[in-house]
């Protein structure tokens, strides 16, 4: 039987946080609070690089507190009447592996906490193809504790399904906003449905037809509203948002400006202003062009924005119900042609050419290449997490490793033409393996500010500049410490989810690395002192993610804390009998859904 989803109105959440808008009011009044969590070494032992191991102690204006990492629901995990991860098809039928056994991703990837009503919910979804998203009630003790008391599966079988969810962030509305990483590229679907093993494992969830499967049903921002204290749930896809590799969108506390990133080789960067607040139904969509400014470090650019224009989740909608194809949208050429348009992107250089009447829906369900065709930069590698600071007005982007289209015709330092050649080579930095945090600049809400197209921007907080925060480093050492761990173990390899605690100077910073670290770590980074603190391991050959603070549920704060696919990249074993000795079952590869914490509320 279908897991049932009932919609009603949502329950609407007050902002987090206000934030400034004019030149006499940009400073942000609120108390500031001093905080450090304690530090965590780097595992060294066989064993130690097996486990867990978190901060025991936050200290807030000189009051410690006990804290420690606390698993909520492991991948698999029966609670209630639900099964965590468990993978669901079109009729709602679990999916089953080869080997008969039901398919149970142990992709947890970012859990949000939703208070409705008297009720606490977390909605968690998995990183598969097909995908899962549970939504599970939770208690919460007086001491702060989580504990899972049920939990279901969400039904997106009116969107044919959920792909590759990643990253995500809570509205300021209470609501989960997800999405949909690598989209499947269009224009390389065969005659018989298929594209590669990638995407063509998505065909289980129409029970193993290839046919039935749309690439452009996927590459969407997805929001999930639980609707009452009962757990219903309200799940859409944003099409008016624009369809690319979203890690994540992030809206800011207008709540219609929204910024989106874009994960992969030759990407870009968007901005989407919605026509109403709280509805992210329709609106405007933007990329940025990277100006240029320096070639030092990470390098820095003014950030322009070019105009994607105006659509809406309904019309875009009707397109695909059509089952437009990508030769519907556009011309091709293989070589240089009167009317068409060079670009490079995530699927390579391309001749293009939008067909008459297409424009509207070519910017959406082809918002990459819809966007370099208008100018904009596809160059960005890797583009992972964003984060707000209230503070000081300014907005945190990661960049898990900057090479590519990033370089100057290169790649990983040495000469190479593929990722520039045919586009804009806008961004000329050096080749960084372990990445960087950039920081985002804002422009102030009386300036003018208008598109690359003279079109005003109405929004109060338009992105105008960006620089380098923190790069990671390569480790210079030697030794088996130093082979293992490719980027320095006292900086940041692969920053990958981050999150800002508003009224301290903390920024947090997880990491998704293979070769940089062997164990993924999460950080403390004071921006002011520019210090790192090393918070949290996680086992060997899993990825930390769903790093997302929450300042007061309940008269308690959260740091969540995502362990996804134990073993399962870098030193990875994918078989039981592969286990090691003190690794006594595959059930170690079960990923871990928690939290650093309970923490004391920061502000109120």
Known sequence: MRNKVITASVIAASVLFSACATKSTMANNATMHDIKFSGVAV???????????????????????????????????????????????????PIKEKDGSFKISNSNDFSSLLPVGKKLFMVSHFE?????????????????????????????????????????????????????????????????????????????????????????????????????????????????????????????????????????????????IADKAKDLSSGTLYAAKWDQTSDLGTGSANIKWVNLGHSSDDYVKAGLDQRLTFNDLFETSKFPKLGFTSVNTTMGQEYLKIKPGMEKLASRMEARRYAAIKGATTEFRKMEGITYNPNDNKIY????????????????????????????????????????????????????????????????????????????RLNKGTGELAKANKCSLDGLANPDNITFIPNTNTLIIGEDTGSGHQNDFIWSYNIKEKKLTRILTSPYGSETTSAYYYNNIGGHGYLMAVIQHPYGEGDAITKEEDMPANAKSAGDMKAYTGYVGPLPVITK
């Open 128 to 272: 598969t193809r097909p995908a899962a998203v549970y939504v599970t009630e939770l208690n919460q003790s007086k001491d702060g504790k989580l504990t899972a008391v049920n939990t279901k599966n969400v039904d997106f079988s009116s969107v044919n399904g959920l792909w590759v969810p990643c990253a995500g962030s809570v509205t300021p509305w209470n609501t989960h906003l997800g999405s949909e990483e690598y989209e499947p590229d269009a224009r390389a679907v065969k005659e018989n449905g298929s594209i590669n093993a990638y995407y063509d494992a998505m065909a289980s969830y129409f029970d193993g037809d290839l046919k039935a499967l749309n690439p452009y049903d996927y590459g969407w921002s997805t929001e999930i509203k639980v609707l009452n204290e009962k757990g219903d749930v309200k799940a859409e896809k944003h099409y008016a948002m624009g369809r690319f590799a979203h890690e994540l969108a992030y809206v800011m506390p207008d709540e219609k400006t929204v910024y989106l990133s874009d994960d992969g080789t030759n990407v870009a960067l968007y901005m989407f």
């Open 43 to 93: 595992p060294t032992t066989d064993s130690e690089k097996r486990k867990i191991f978190a901060s025991n102690q936050i200290e807030v204006d000189g009051k410690k507190t006990k804290i420690g990492y606390n698993t909520i629901l492991r991948s698999g995990d029966k609670v209630g009447n639900g099964v965590f991860g468990l993978v669901y098809d079109k009729n709602g039928e």
């Open 397 to 472: 982007l990661s960049i898990s490793e900057i090479s590519k289209g990033m370089e100057n015709r290169m790649k990983k330092g040495k000469a190479n033409n593929k990722y520039d050649t045919g586009g804009n080579n806008d961004i000329r930095v050096d080749y960084n393996k372990c990445g960087a945090v950039y920081e985002l600049n804002l422009a102030y809400a009386d300036d003018i500010q208008s598109a690359t197209d003279g079109s005003y921007i109405n929004s109060n907080y338009i992105v105008k500049s960006m620089d380098g925060l923190i790069a990671g």
